[in-house]
């Protein structure tokens, strides 16, 4: 199979592989010919479309024609463009569809004392500022002796804030950081600060609230003659703490899993993305959570989500979050769709819409339960909503504050980071599968070659089972972590 009409309405149809200039393919219920040679995940026309014409793809406009195209042309960036503008009035039309409630499978996960479940067992070094970077990250390198047993791993996360930040700025680092200390795959925690920063101790204090003293360590570098050796003997008390924790049978109605796309191409939204949206069915109908974000990827295909909110108040926060968001771009000057990337363009993706109906399809059918603010908890099983950008580590380090257990991360053209939960690589196609062995944890290309999207869901559900019971990702066995915080305003 060469090319895919998703839908009947659509008047273009993707093409699964490259086609020719002048081969002749069938599709759409009819054989075209190829005008020019057709890029693999890039569209074709299966009708005469006019000038001014929305182009339809998933049965939902992804722009209009900027000129006329014949059967069998490409369409792409140089003969269509957006439909987008600013802030739109939505109205709320339940179209809800609950799934049909399944029986949870376990995996070999962690129960922490407070009753939380995790995946990993491990030691994380959070810097509450920038300059101590180096010393958190010294402080990492020189106690990996520590990590033995039941202990998976000992990591720092640096950034670049912590100081001279004001405002909301100041707040959103603070709430990250806090909440990443509070994540249940950490086992135990050492927070490393300066002594002199404007994110002090006593408001990170206020702001993590209670927490075990067991389980949470302060280093304070200015107070310390030598900082490192007393990160050594907090470490070995965090150390004794996380060893106490033992692999047990936990149901998987306990997860939660971020679920994120980032270099995308012309298959995202027809094999990967689909397959992680069944998955999302198949994890909230055994009573567990999943996390979509990166708003200004939703720009343009609300309609796919809105509607399933379940009830008006959780619709309000969503209309409040794409508004929102879409008045945060308006308010730094620029336009909502100045997306997607050059790497989504090479690979197919046209427009903002074009790349957010695929963006979307992660999010499968189920209701949507909730939507969170930044740094905030997921607290309501279910699909939830998370106010975060598209930016892969931003978004990725969003999610996982939020409490996200894993992270699983779509992508066509491919990305080697991790985010601070394990963060499982879904290859669009299989090309980038075999390519890239050392980023692609799954290949989601089969079904693009007729593999039902069912089986690859289903396959990707045992992935994670696996990885949940310890199994290691390629970022992890590489050691690639890391985080960024969002930030919007003056720095000082």
Partial sequence: MKTIQITEMDNVAVALHPIAKGEHIQTGGQMIEAAQDIPQGHKIALKPIAKGENVIKYGFPIGHATQDAAPGEWIHTHN???NLEGEITYSYEPDIHDLKTEQPEYFQGFRRKDGRAAIRNEIWVIPTVGCVNDVAGEIVKENQNLVN???DGLYTFPHPFGCSQTGEDHAQTRRLLAALVRHPNAAAVLVVGLGCENLTHEQFLEELGDYDHDRVKFLICQEEEDELARAKELLKECAAYASRFQREPVLVSELVIGMKCGGSDGLSGITANPAVGRFSDMLTARGGSTVLTEVPEMFGAEGFLMNRCVNEEVFRKAVDMINGFKNYFISHHEVVYDNPSPGNRQGGITTLEDKSCGCVQKGG???ITD????AQPVVTKGLNMLYGPGNDLVSATAMTAAGAHMI????GR??????????????TNSQLAQKKKGWIDFDAGPAADGEPLEDTAKRLF?????VAGGEK???ERRGYRGISIFKDGVVL
Wanted: charge should be positive; hydrophobic fraction near 45%; charged fraction near 10%.
């Fill in 80 to 82: 269509m463009a957006t």
């Fill in 149 to 151: 047993g039941t202990i």
């Fill in 365 to 367: 059918t189920a209701p």
């Fill in 371 to 374: 939507v969170i603010g930044y």
């Fill in 408 to 411: 699983l991360f779509t992508t």
């Fill in 414 to 427: 491919g990305t080697p980071f991790g985010a601070p939960a394990p963060t499982v690589k879904i290859a």
């Fill in 462 to 466: 045992e992935l994670v089972l696996r």
């Fill in 473 to 475: 990702t390629c970022s």
